[in-house]
């Protein structure tokens, strides 16, 4: 089946700092999707892409949906306090009709 | 915004009863609903998908008779754990489709303990 290989894991940064995570897949997706989840609730969405090299902002957040449709990163800009959590790329298939979650990345901001 | 309501957030329940997890559109009709587990520190894994009306399609690995779910309505769908197992302790995440805006909302999840 489809699978999403994240990276980093988990991340330790200083609060300013930008943040870089990325998504591959072994197939091509329709939608990639970037959600958070906090301690105890679900995820919530951030970023939704559904063009192949679309690029898109949500404020400090910005997301790019690769050409080859197997690909997807996510930029946090400017790091503050709130951003600490777990990110999740995911990914739509048309042809299996369901999302597919990464493994997640923890972020952690050091005081 | 679409708003998916799913209760309880939280239960215990003892060993070999069934519990009842409810997932409901406040909004906007859900012609299907997803629903995932997550255990802790992993992410989130895909049970089942559930359209209005129609039986639900599980994952390779989940039993359908241990997990069943109803969808009987465009705003309601429910997971009933049956004959609960502490194995079966929990995050359980609903997420509901938008017949409108094909967009993805997920239900605030349901933390379930078998003892």
């Known amino acids: 089946g489809q699978q999403l290989n994240q990276s980093p894991q988990s991340m330790f940064i200083q609060e300013g700092e930008d943040v870089s995570m990325n998504c591959t897949s072994s197939s091509i997706f329709n939608t990639w999707l970037w959600y958070k989840q906090d301690p105890g609730e679900g995820p919530v969405l951030l970023i939704a892409?559904?063009?192949?090299?679309e690029l898109t902002s949500n404020g400090r957040l910005t997301a790019q949906f690769g050409i080859t449709r197997k690909d997807s990163f996510l930029n946090i800009s400017a790091s503050i306090p709130s951003d600490v959590g777990i990110y999740f790329c995911a990914g739509y298939s048309n042809r299996d009709d369901k999302i597919i979650f990464g493994k997640g990345t923890r972020l952690h901001i050091l005081p | 915004g679409a708003v998916v309501s799913q209760h309880p957030s939280r239960v215990i329940c003892k060993s070999g009863t069934s519990v009842k997890i409810e997932c409901r559109s406040l909004d906007f009709q859900a012609t299907t609903m997803f629903w995932y587990r997550q255990f802790p520190k992993q992410s989130l894994m895909l049970m089942a998908t559930?359209?209005?009306?129609?039986?639900?399609?599980?994952e390779q690995g989940v039993e359908k008779d241990k997990f069943l779910i109803n969808h009987a309505s465009l705003t309601l769908s429910t997971l009933t754990v049956t004959s609960a197992h502490p194995e079966d302790s929990s995050f359980y995440i609903c997420?509901?489709?938008?017949?409108?805006?094909?967009?993805?909302?997920f239900g605030s999840g349901t933390r379930l303990t078998v003892v």
């Open positions: 559930s359209n209005e009306g129609s039986k639900a399609t599980y």
């Open positions: 997420s509901a489709r938008d017949r409108r805006a094909q967009g993805y909302t």
């Open positions: 892409l559904y063009k192949a090299g």
